[in-house]
């Protein structure tokens, strides 16, 4: 277990105490417009304070006809600057680093929460999206962009970009999905286009130091993973993220897709040539013996998701135990109030088979 409790430095400067890290979870607390409310400050900055090395929020939409849920927490307006600092210095006064996670639902957003039909890098018939124009394109680009310079401001250590889940920028990676003529589609190189000039623009706009990331999903998805593969080789020798946070659900599993028979997916990415940049794991991390395995197998940290929900104190609670187990599901919601959910968190979590109990 020594690893897990060892500082980790990224290649931007800034260094998580340990090497957990909160996943970032949907959790419908937050204000309709977006703004920060008191229940999402609570359920996160608890985190913080039970021994998170880094707090991840959950996804903050970048534009607001990229909502990809309800009480989704908003970064797109400056409206949205006095919750975020907030927020950026609740997180640290736990000794833990700050990320915000930006997203765009694309085609997944909801039309009647939204307004108009949602967004698609081409008309797709199944969610009823109409494909972004070149012009709209370079929109959902310096909408990313601006939204990471809003949390410099707000005082954020970094922002993760969620191109996983089939969520838009995932959308544009997907051969399938993507079937644009234009710069933005075609090619791997292509599709992974707007991915890439967000990056840099970050990197131009924010300060040196401003930790950067990208959460990308293996498989699923209209996916493929072979050009993940691609892809996270090229952004890691390319230096220009400072971890790539692979979204696995099960990293210990073989691919589903053939011809990687013999090897998980998680070592599929920890083989990969990273240079400077961090591997981060997650998907059923719940024990400590999961995420010393992670690390074993080559990812840097680990990233929990419901292990966190239950206990927000997990990595305290391992680092005193080492063969400390989560309290078993299903559990009330008198505990879940007690460890910092909202109602709206909790009743988002109870349409979870066998998570919560009747």
Request: one cysteine or more.
């Amino acid at each position: 277990m020594t690893d897990l409790f060892a500082p980790l430095t990224f290649a931007s400067g800034a260094r998580m105490k340990n090497r957990f890290m909160l996943a970032p979870l949907t959790n419908l607390q937050s204000h309709a417009d977006g703004t920060l409310s008191d229940d999402e400050y609570h359920w996160l900055t608890m985190r913080a304070r039970g021994g998170f090395g880094a707090t991840m929020t959950c996804a903050s939409h970048v534009q607001a006809e990229g909502l990809g849920f309800p009480g989704q927490l908003g970064c797109f307006a400056d409206r949205h600057l006095p919750g975020l600092t907030r927020l950026a210095a609740g997180i640290h006064e736990g000794d833990s680093l700050a990320i915000l996670q930006l997203h765009h639902a694309g085609m997944r957003s909801p039309a009647d929460e939204i307004g108009q039909a949602p967004l698609c890098p081409s008309d797709n018939s199944e969610f009823g999206a109409r494909a972004l124009t070149t012009a709209e394109v370079e929109g959902v680009r310096e909408a990313f962009i601006a939204a990471a310079v809003r949390a410099e401001r707000a005082g954020f250590d970094g922002v993760e970009l969620h191109g996983a889940h089939g969520y838009l920028l995932g959308q544009f990676l997907s051969p399938g999905i993507n079937r644009r003529g234009d710069d933005y589609g075609g090619s791997l190189e292509n599709r992974a286009r707007l991915l890439q000039e967000i990056i840099d623009g970050i990197r131009t706009r924010c300060r040196p130091g401003f930790l950067l990331g990208l959460r990308l999903s293996p498989e699923r998805f209209d996916i493929v993973l072979g050009e993940m593969l691609e892809l996270a080789q090229q952004l890691c020798r390319e230096g220009r993220i400072d971890f790539l946070d692979m979204s696995l659900w099960d990293g210990f599993k073989e691919p589903a897709e053939p011809g990687y028979e013999g090897s998980s997916l998680l070592s599929l990415f920890a083989g990969i040539d990273r240079g400077k940049v961090r591997l981060g794991s997650a998907g059923k991390i719940r024990t400590g013996a999961a995420a010393a395995r992670c690390l074993a197998e080559g990812a840097d940290f680990v990233l929990t998701g419901r292990a966190a929900i239950l206990h927000h104190d997990l990595p305290r609670r391992i680092a005193s135990d080492p063969a400390f187990e989560p309290v078993p599901n299903p559990v009330t919601r008198d505990y879940l109030k007690e460890e910092g959910l909202g109602k709206a968190f909790i009743d988002y979590m109870a349409s979870w088979k066998g998570f919560v109990a009747d």
